[in-house]
């Protein structure tokens, strides 16, 4: 099936800190998107990417879409503890029609250690 | 701004009951989804609803069922609550087109004891 590999599964870090994140497939995706879930709340959008080898920066957090088009990574420079959440990527499913679900990643929870 | 809204953030039922979870859209969105969430398991898919009265099941319908009579509605209904039902359940939707992003409500806490 269509899944996303998303590593590491947690990471726990000291404040200031630089943070790398990805999220690998065996299938092809067309536009990869990466969410941040704030603990109790829902998954917020913080940057989508549309093409292969696209760079998209938001503020601290820098994405991008992997060449092959089977990954994407995330990083987060000079971590604060509000970075604290899970992270998410996610991207069409193909093989649903018209592509009408996504497929998530597992998953990366991050801490920030002041 | 996409509003997503779920009518709970917390909720608490007895085992057996019947249980209603709502979620409301404001943005014309086709399709709508609900999701559960527990620990080290991700965002599992439930049920999903790409037009009124239209739904499909998810990976984990077993036990759940769906409700979509108006476009900007879509309930999920939980027909005899069990205590592995305690989880984040998640609502979201998204607007047609393949490389659409999906908007999340705040998420539902439901306990059953």
């Known amino acids: 099936g269509q899944q996303l590999n998303q590593s590491p599964q947690s990471m726990f870090i000291q404040e200031g800190e630089d943070v790398s994140m990805n999220c690998t497939s065996s299938s092809i995706f067309n536009t990869w998107l990466w969410y941040k879930q704030d603990p109790g709340e829902g998954p917020v959008l913080l940057i989508a990417?549309?093409?292969?080898?696209e760079l998209t920066s938001n503020g601290r957090l820098t994405a991008q879409f992997g060449i092959t088009r089977k990954d994407s990574f995330l990083n987060i420079s000079a971590s604060i503890p509000s970075d604290v959440g899970i992270y998410f990527c996610?991207?069409?499913?193909?093989?649903?029609?018209?592509?009408?679900?996504?497929?998530f990643g597992s998953g990366t929870q991050l801490t920030v250690l002041p | 701004d996409v509003k997503v809204t779920q009518s709970s953030r917390y909720l608490v039922k007895r085992t057996g009951e019947k249980v209603f979870l709502e979620c409301v859209q404001d943005?014309?969105?086709?399709?709508m989804f609900w999701y559960r969430q527990d620990p080290g398991l991700g965002l599992r898919l439930i049920y999903f609803?790409?037009?009124?009265?239209?739904?499909e099941k998810g990976d984990i319908p077993e036990g759940y069922s769906v409700s979509r009579e108006k476009k900007e509605r879509f309930s999920l209904i939980l027909e005899s609550a069990s205590t592995n039902q305690t989880s984040m359940y998640l609502c979201?939707?998204?607007?047609?087109?393949?490389?659409?992003?999906?908007?999340f409500g705040q998420g539902t806490r439901l306990t059953v004891v």
């Open positions: 990417l549309y093409k292969a080898g």
């Open positions: 943005m014309d969105h086709e399709n």
């Open positions: 979201a939707s998204r607007p047609g087109g393949v490389n659409t992003e999906a908007f």
């Open positions: 609803s790409y037009d009124v009265k239209m739904k």
């Open positions: 996610a991207g069409p499913k193909i093989s649903s029609g018209s592509a009408r679900q996504l497929t």
